[in-house]
């Protein structure tokens, strides 16, 4: 009795410390990401996504994205000025400007979807129509690997996401429009007006470890 007590304790024990948020298994993706032997090294894998390498599947976008909270670069607390001068270049046409700080500040922020969207239509603009497509790609994929991670319905299946920038992202893609949000547990709960495309009345997205991140660097 008392050994199968003291397994129970184990199992609890284990499932206690799981990273697992929804779908998203970030012990999985940590192991993966920080392993220098793995294919999915993550210095090695985001220096693909930062090159366009056609290569790169929707599957390992998963650790693209997640895996970017053990990169020395996570900050999503960070609000970078440069993204505000980026927004004039490109409103008033200086389209050459706008690729080159574009490509600056991605340097810090890789997975900054409204950025990386940005990039993308300067190229269109300048006729650069591969790179465009390429550069919108990315971003697609980084908005579907989010959609990907549950079903938003509740807070055990929310979407998962890193930097609470990125609820705007995959609401502009869904074509929603936000009516009110309240904080519950670790999600963010978002309404949105209706009617509108997918009939989408409400979303869960988990905020849990930008979150984390804010409480640790309080302290």
Same mark, same amino acid.
């Given at each position: 009795?008392?050994?199968?007590?003291?397994?129970?304790?184990?199992?609890?024990?284990?499932? $206690? @410390?799981?990273?697992?948020? $929804?779908?998203?298994?970030?012990?999985?993706?940590?192991?993966?990401?920080?392993?220098?032997?793995?294919?999915?090294?993550?210095?090695?894998?985001?220096?693909?996504?930062? =090159?366009?390498?056609?290569?790169?599947?929707?599957? =390992?976008?998963?650790?693209?994205?997640?895996?970017?909270?053990?990169?020395?670069?996570?900050?999503?607390? %960070? #609000?970078?000025?440069?993204?505000?001068?980026?927004?004039?270049?490109?409103?008033?046409?200086?389209?050459?400007?706008?690729?080159?700080?574009?490509?600056?500040?991605? &340097?810090?922020?890789?997975?900054?979807?409204?950025?990386?969207?940005?990039?993308?239509?300067?190229?269109?603009?300048?006729?650069? $129509?591969?790179? %465009?497509?390429?550069?919108?790609?990315?971003?697609?994929?980084?908005?579907?690997?989010?959609?990907?991670?549950?079903?938003?319905?509740?807070?055990? $299946?929310?979407?998962?996401?890193?930097?609470?920038?990125?609820?705007?992202?995959?609401? #502009? &893609?869904?074509?929603?429009?936000?009516?009110?949000?309240?904080?519950?547990?670790?999600? #963010?709960?978002?309404?949105?007006?209706?009617?509108?495309?997918?009939?989408? &009345?409400?979303?869960? @997205?988990?905020?849990?470890?930008?979150?984390?991140?804010?409480?640790?660097?309080?302290?």
């Amino acid at each position: 009795m008392k050994k199968i007590l003291c397994f129970a304790l184990i199992i609890i024990s284990l499932h $206690s @410390f799981s990273q697992k948020i $929804s779908k998203i298994d970030f012990d999985l993706i940590k192991a993966q990401t920080t392993d220098i032997n793995s294919q999915l090294y993550y210095p090695k894998l985001i220096a693909k996504f930062q =090159d366009n390498d056609s290569t790169l599947k929707l599957d =390992d976008y998963q650790y693209i994205y997640y895996g970017f909270i053990y990169d020395s670069r996570y900050n999503p607390s %960070a #609000n970078n000025p440069l993204e505000d001068t980026l927004a004039k270049y490109y409103k008033t046409g200086f389209y050459d400007k706008s690729v080159v700080l574009a490509k600056q500040i991605l &340097e810090s922020d890789p997975l900054n979807v409204e950025v990386i969207f940005t990039l993308s239509y300067s190229y269109k603009k300048l006729g650069q $129509s591969d790179l %465009a497509t390429k550069t919108s790609k990315k971003a697609r994929k980084i908005i579907a690997t989010i959609v990907q991670s549950g079903d938003g319905h509740t807070l055990e $299946s929310a979407f998962v996401i890193i930097n609470q920038r990125d609820e705007y992202q995959v609401a #502009n &893609e869904l074509k929603l429009q936000r009516s009110d949000n309240m904080l519950t547990g670790n999600c #963010n709960f978002v309404r949105y007006l209706s009617p509108n495309t997918f009939d989408i &009345e409400s979303l869960f @997205f988990n905020i849990e470890k930008p979150l984390l991140y804010k409480k640790e660097h309080e302290k």
